[in-house]
């Protein structure tokens, strides 16, 4: 098929590499080398979109980052799917697969385009807000219907097949853009020796001067560029980043860039080849020169296709060999907008006539008029588009003079046939890294544009980004800020080595205009657009002014200006001045709206890389973690800790496997894998006197071989962790914390040492990995244990209750705890974690003869519950103290030093009266459990909201006692032995229950004893 | 994400390796018996939170484990030092004196 406006010679394009590529189910060819919008320019393809709110045809406006249009939804398979892709900075590779994002059922034939056109006048700013919020109940229903029909691209419902990754680099210099500035600062930094890393975003280097027809020392630009990327590929030291945007600029100098690998191949990587890359920087200077962007002017059906920026125009032409139409008509603002035409005209195509909005004096002209005028080209000066006609494509404009300031229409309207708008309203700076960092960006009359503030960063800025827009003085400013950012970072550069250079050109000074005026006011003129993705136009600014918005920021976010995926890149700037002429306000006086990361939109794919899947989040084992496995475990995620949850047998539902399970431990033996529970280290002549501070119990008389039970309280008096603590010497003690605390625990047993007590002399250590825990416990353990323990006496006198010993277990040295967290009794053996699944083997093979039953976290929670033994976390939520949890018996207030939690304890209110109170309940349905999370009230029958009591933090049905138990909080609960509460639920039932202690089995605690 | 020097490891690591533990210099009351609910209250829960010169406790958390202090001004986020427990600031609010900052360049 014919690339009917492709030019027969001339562009950076590979003519013999042609290539198809399709587009809404249609194939085109282009060429190597193409863009995406290149290749749908060069086959006369018009309409890539249609609008966000009034359904709108776009066309092609722009040639890179700031395109709002040509949004396209990449992707040949549903797994490659890649939403919302600007087709300006998509290289065409062969067989790529697109549609346009916008437009219901296509682009050609939208259904919304009737509301956009008839119904233009319904759908003011804050339109969504103001008709779509009642009621509420029906926004899931419209959103769904808006969605569709705007069309914001769709992610893919496979899981990507690509892999992406990151690299973490130092760098003394990074430099953000590779146009004349960044090269030269590339040049002069890497000549230094500095490690210097210089990014691009297109994929080539080269910025502007991709399609410049200048010359930079006496050379083709572009064979300059060459040159110094030659030179720079020489530099071990230097790193170029072509098709890499730098997207963030965060604190410290950090820089995130996204590299774009194999994005412009094929529809996906290579097998083990990194589809993108994310390079998190850190560096010692950085130079942005990262350039500007052309602004569109703002005139009536300023949107229909054939608009375009002057210099997209430009690039399309001499970078891609690219003429976006046959007739064109220019406006411009400025010298640098004429290129345009001369491009157009030098490609053959008819310039109508450039009209350019300053008004000259008399016989006044300027360098460029005089060229135009040699070439035949007409140039309109004082001149205008007010209005564009056509829908699908520009057909003709009105054009009108206009007054000096551009204010006011002075003159006639007429008409001009063409089929393609340029406009340059002048250039805005690309300060958005600069705004990252948190710098207020300032406006400058000169440069008719925002230029970076005062930076709180070690950086520099070079060419357009600070309004120097002559490429001389881009190259020079270059030059200088390589080589004080290289020497700021520490390296000598050559003071008597020059940069480049190109002829400076004399320019006539640009004219401030934004918005070109109608012969109707704003409000009734053909719709004006400010920001393409949002369809914010001019009326709409002025409307939000009207109706008081006068901050920029509440303008942004009632218009929806600068929202899209474009960030406002095009029409902020213009947006700000109508806000700003609306008010009778200076641009300076409105201020300008903050760019926040990133620059462009970034893949998920490479803000996760390799961290997805399996390296997510970590996973912790234990070390018997196969045997679980091998025994059909079902797991439960305790922090990062995969831990045994169940083990039900085939055929088991859960509730028959935990009845087995707890029945087992009950009556013969059971077997739990511990090793997940914290475990500290502690060591120090000081240890005694540290753990009596941060424990609510007394520590000084605990005797070597013995255990005890702790609670942990903040300075406010709250329990927030609990454990065991052995003393295995008098300066040596092991501390065992909740499976999720360990982490926690260690961090607040430090901050103490080294903030408050730093005389106390302590060590802590964490042991959690280190050793492996079998707990066996049920009436049977101690034969269990005879037969795998090799040298010790395990008799109830020998070793008793909450003592512990070191032993040998088959032959390797062991700890055992006699403690019990299920109330019968129980050792835990702990053995180095090396030996954990050879112990845990031998204690199954040994336990058989006693059906010992592996149980889990399920098993755990109901044995303990039937105890009463609270679990942190879940029994506590940070509100309650040990006397509200019973465990008054815990607290020592007659320690001398004022332990962690004693002062807070005893403030006002957690002494008063009526404080929410750890209970047992019993439900009048044995069978019924309570829900966790239930709320007790004394009367079900009261009218809402009813008074509530407390809730349900524990519920099981207990198999051992045959009847439903649970923990929970009542207010005033100690009380209340033996008194009745309801739990309503949400099915209007409540459930009966009967307060109790907490404590329902063996309340004596004889079992654990024997 | 900042780079933080650890004056303990005496080099710059990554955020990621630190936390932050609150502001620093709030020692715990001598005899907390003493202390009325009022000042207890205050040491427990209030901060100054303040628009600049800030004192923080950071802590090497997957580094060396040691709490530091860091002076920090929390409107451009620049450490401006780092010191060890037991030491004192030498920049505070009060001298209000910042070390020389970067200057700013424009058009180079």
Known sequence: MAQQNRLIEGGRIARDSQINFSYNGKTYPGFVGDTLASAMLANGIDVVGRSFKYSRPRGIVAAGAEEPNAIMQLGATEATQVPNVRATQQELFAGLVCQATNGWPNVEFDMMASLGTVGASVMPPGFYYKTFMYPKSMWNTYEKFI????????????????????????????????????????????????????????????????????????????DWVASVVAELAELDNVMMLPKSTVNGYHDHNFLTIHQRCTDHIADRAEKNQSRQRMHRVRTKWVVLASGAHERPLVFGNNDVPGCMLADAVSTYINRYAVVPGKKLVLMTTNDGGYQAAFDWHEAGREVVAILDTRSYQGTDTSAVIDRARELGIKVLTGSAVVEVQGAKRVSAVSIASLNSQGDQLAGPV?????????SSGGWSPAIHLSCHTGSRPVWSDQVIGFIPGETVQKQLIAGAIGGTFDLQSCLAQGTRAGAEAANNAGFTVDATASGATAESVAETAPMALFHIPHPKETSRAPKQFVDFQNDVTAAGIELATREGFESIEHVKRYTALGFGTDQGKLGNINGMAIAAKSMQKTIPQTGTTIFRPNYTPVTFGAIAGRNCGELFDPKRFSAMHQWHLDHGALFEDVGNWKRPWYFPQPGESMQQSLERECLAVRDSAGVLDASTLGKIDIQGPDAREFLGRVYTNAWAKLAVGKCRYGLMCGEDGMVFDDGVTA??????????????????????????????????????????????????TGPNARKILDQVVDDIDLSNDAFKYMDWKAATVMGVPARIFRISFTGELSYEINVQANYGMRIWEAVMDKGAAYNLTPYGTETMHILRAEKGFIIAGQDTDGSVHPYDLGMGWAVSQKKPFSFIGKRGMAREDCVKEGRKQLVGLITADPKKVIPEGSQAVDDPKQSIPMTMLGHVTSSYYSACLGHSIAMAYIRNGHNRMGETVFYPQADGSAIEATICSPIFLDPKGERQNV | MFYIYCPHCEEHREEEEFHAAGEAHIPRPLDPENCSDKEWGEYMFFRTNPRGIHHELWVHSVGCRKFFNMTRDTQNYEILEVYKIGEKPSITSAAAKLPAQSKVQEGV
């Open chain 1, 147 to 222: 969605r569709k029909a705007a069309g914001l691209g769709r992610s893919p419902l496979e899981a990507d097949p690509d892999r992406y990754d990151h690299y973490n680099q130092h760098a003394d210099v990074v430099i953000v853009g590779a146009g004349p500035a960044g090269l030269s600062a590339a040049l002069e930094a890497g000549r230094s020796g500095a490690r210097v890393i210089i990014a691009d975003e297109q994929a080539e280097f080269g910025g502007a001067l991709l399609h410049s027809k200048q010359s930079v020392n006496g050379m083709p630009a572009m």
């Open chain 1, 414 to 422: 007429s008409q001009l046939s063409c089929d393609t708008v340029a």
């Open chain 1, 727 to 776: 003393c295995l010497a008098d300066n040596h003690f092991v501390m065992t914390t909740t499976t999720g605390g360990a982490a926690r625990v260690l961090e607040w047993l430090e901050i103490y040492q080294q903030t408050e007590w730093p005389e106390l002399e302590v060590y802590f250590n964490s042991v959690t990995d280190h050793w492996s825990t079998i707990t066996v």
